[in-house]
């Protein structure tokens, strides 16, 4: 099983800030990324691969270019990294976008479940994006597509769910656990 980890924004565009550490989604991410390739060793069936989006001018170009190395590696299904933000401090929760193919929902039904036992956060569901935010990404390669969306950096509930390194590798794990579900 090939699971590529594409890390959400890119480092000239960087997505939300998390304003109690000052981090941006890109970052944070790299981190999580980074994590769940270590976790993998865990895992021997998955082999896992961190692709990173790229700067080039257009948005629709950028995302086209990084699910096409996706394609190239062969991968058996592709998770995009991110995480919420919002206006209000008091939006919180994990949800996952989904193209709504067979794959792709039984994916994002794993990861919700998986990520929501680990991160103890409002359960906002599966989304399916077929056009809007979100859509390029889950549509644009071959392989089963899901875009995460495990916490809202915004939220003090959020920020206290994901701001310690043992809760990190828990969501790293909980996203394995999750394709490992999903496909073995």
Avoid at 81 to 99: D, I, K, M, Q, Y
Avoid at 136 to 152: D, H, K, N, T, Y
Wanted: charged share 25%; with cysteine; proline share 3%.
């Amino acid at each position: 099983m090939k699971l590529a980890i594409v890390v959400g924004h890119n480092a000239r565009s960087q997505g939300a800030v998390r304003p109690d550490t000052g981090e941006t989604e890109f970052a944070w991410n790299s981190r999580l990324a980074k994590m769940i390739e270590e976790e993998a060793r865990l895992f021997p069936r998955i082999r896992v691969k961190t692709f990173f989006r790229e700067y080039c001018g257009s948005y629709r170009r950028e995302i086209a270019e990084v699910y096409d190395q996706v394609d190239a590696w062969g991968a058996d299904a592709s998770n995009e990294l991110h995480f919420n933000s919002h206006s209000s401090r008091t939006a919180t929760g994990t949800e996952v976008l989904s193209s709504g193919s067979d794959a792709s929902l039984r994916y994002a039904r794993a990861l919700q479940e998986r990520m929501g036992a680990a991160l103890g956060l409002k359960d906002r569901g599966v989304k399916v994006r077929r056009s809007g935010r979100g859509s390029e990404s889950l549509m644009s390669g071959r392989a089963p597509a899901v875009l995460i969306e495990p916490f809202f950096g915004s939220s003090p509930e959020g920020q206290a769910a994901t701001d310690e390194e043992h809760e990190q590798r828990a969501l790293a794990r909980s996203i394995l656990q999750a394709t490992q579900d999903a496909f073995l």
